[in-house]
């Protein structure tokens, strides 16, 4: 069934349909205010009883070629082989003329009509019947399905979602191909009219969470959705927090992962990227990789992901820490260096910290922003040239360069880029922290992000679980990957209905 005669809210009686061609016709104009992509053929049925037909669809949105060849024809070729046709309602004639498109459907009220054409459907009215027909003519213009640009992988799958929500749900069927994978339809955005999908797989996704995610969606009163961004601020727990607690992807294969772990997938036209929750700290550290290669080669890689988080959080505020107050931990021969280099600096540690990190950034940005052709060269002369100048001007200190480097090179060892805005934004106070209180200060900022982190829920789920609360079944895939043959339940905290994998019901009892 369309999702034209499916609608939550029905419209008002004022926005019927009427019975006069010409008035419905005259009435969609001024609704649309007279535009030139507004496409309206006009037609006559029968000879004795003649009836007007029109045809109405959008240029661009609409595919020409399904309108002319299996709806223009076969009502022209129709009407030449019986002249004088009896017709009681549009729906017998549409059988009678044999329309060969994949879906029709009935609408009575003017907002569905909108909504039909808006979509790129093609709408049929006739005159003398309150009530029109939408056929599906959805132009297929859109972006081919390529590999992903920002979760690129050496092993595994070489397909991205596109901007197109249907070819979004394509991709993640020839996945999951079960009849258990459900998708809940919402339209949102009282101007964009933006449609939105919910996907999860019946049986194995909480009845709550789903219900949970489907009334925020219901709650959402917005003039436009752009981008699944819109979506994910008015739907996660935590408004004030950094943190992500609304996971996205533009990998299907990551998508169908999550949806078989019990998660609850959101899929919005017109972004390639797609909202999954509830989410936990742990996913923005797993890589789709990780699950295509030796368990062995992965714990390491995610052993690193970890440490490299930590760098690129701490590492610039036990520099000034460290040279600021708590000197005596360095070796003498390492101290006497760091000395003799910031000999000639004017400035205190933290203030060449913030120069450093703040000019980096604003390198990162400017390289993001730039075209691709000239993006390197400037990523090259602002990396090698300015900071070997600084350092020979004596602004900053070799061993700040080597810091700011070597934070920069861990901050993009996340496989999601979310969490690693966050990481570079909370450099910031810690090396504030550190100015004023040494490794106290850092200690204490620490302190407050974890208890932050273990205070934060992604739809009542905690956020860093399976840690906090601790759970031993669960850290077969957290900080470490266990072999597949391991993995033989879903996490606990995340899928509570169904949590045995497959049929290994008696190997998990076994186990125990």
């Not at 003329?97 to 029709?104: A, E, F, R």
């Not at 969490?419 to 407050?448: D, E, K, Q, W």
Request: charged letters at 20%.
């Amino acid at each position: 069934m369309s999702m034209y005669n499916n609608a939550e809210t029905s419209p008002s009686q004022n926005d019927l349909l009427y019975t006069s061609l010409s008035k419905n016709i005259k009435i969609i104009q001024q609704s649309l205010g007279h535009s030139n992509d507004i496409i309206i053929r006009e037609i006559r049925i029968g000879e004795a009883e003649p009836h007007s037909l029109a045809i109405i669809s959008i240029d661009g949105l609409s595919d020409k070629t399904t309108i002319s060849d299996s709806v223009i024809d076969k009502l022209m070729a129709n009407i030449e082989e019986e002249q004088d046709i009896e017709i009681t309602t549009i729906n017998q004639y549409v059988r009678n003329s044999y329309l060969t498109v994949g879906d029709v459907t009935n609408i009575e009220h003017f907002t569905t009509l909108y909504s039909a054409i808006l979509n790129g459907e093609t709408v049929i009215l006739l005159d003398g019947f309150a009530e029109g027909i939408v056929t599906s003519t959805r132009s297929a213009k859109d972006r081919a399905v390529t590999e992903p640009s920002t979760e690129s992988v050496i092993r595994g799958p070489r397909e991205s979602f596109t901007e197109t929500i249907r070819t979004n749900t394509a991709l993640i069927r020839r996945k999951i191909k079960s009849p258990n994978l459900w998708i809940k339809s919402r339209v949102i955005g009282d101007v964009t009219q933006t449609d939105v999908a919910v996907m999860y797989i019946n049986g194995i996704a909480s009845d709550k969470i789903v219900a949970e995610v489907l009334a925020r969606l219901d709650r959402i009163n917005i003039d436009g959705i752009l981008e699944s961004g819109y979506i994910e601020d008015f739907i996660q727990d935590s408004k004030n927090s950094m943190f992500p607690t609304v996971y996205n992807s533009e990998r299907p294969d990551v998508i169908a992962g999550e949806l078989l772990d019990g998660k609850v997938a959101i899929l919005v036209d017109g972004t390639p990227f797609v909202l999954v929750v509830p989410a936990l700290f742990t996913s923005f550290l797993q890589s789709a990789e990780d699950y295509y290669q030796h368990w062995m080669i992965s714990s390491l890689i995610r052993i690193l992901r970890f440490f490299g988080i930590s760098l690129a959080l701490v590492a610039p505020s036990l520099y000034v820490a460290i040279t600021t107050f708590h000197q005596e931990m360095l070796p003498t021969p390492m101290l006497i260096s760091i000395a003799s280099q910031r000999e000639g600096v004017p400035f205190p540690a933290v203030v060449e910290a913030l120069i450093m990190e703040i000019a980096f950034e604003v390198l990162r940005e400017a390289g993001l922003r730039m075209p691709r052709t000239i993006g390197p060269a400037v990523s090259i002369v602002g990396t090698l040239v300015i900071g070997q100048a600084a350092v020979d001007a004596g602004v900053v200190s070799a061993v700040m360069v080597i810091i700011v480097a070597l934070t920069a090179i861990c901050s993009f060892l996340f496989p999601a880029y979310g969490l690693s805005n966050t990481i570079r934004v909370l450099r910031f106070p810690l090396m504030i922290l550190a100015a004023m209180f040494g490794l106290f200060g850092v200690m204490f900022g620490i302190m407050v992000i974890i208890l932050h982190l273990c205070s934060i829920r992604s739809f009542g789920v905690p956020y860093l679980s399976p840690f906090a609360p601790l759970v031993l079944q669960d850290q077969k895939d957290a900080f470490v990957l266990f072999p597949r043959r391991k993995l033989l339940t879903r996490p606990r905290l995340v899928n509570q209905k169904n949590i045995v994998r497959g049929h290994n019901y008696i190997n998990v009892k076994n186990r125990k």
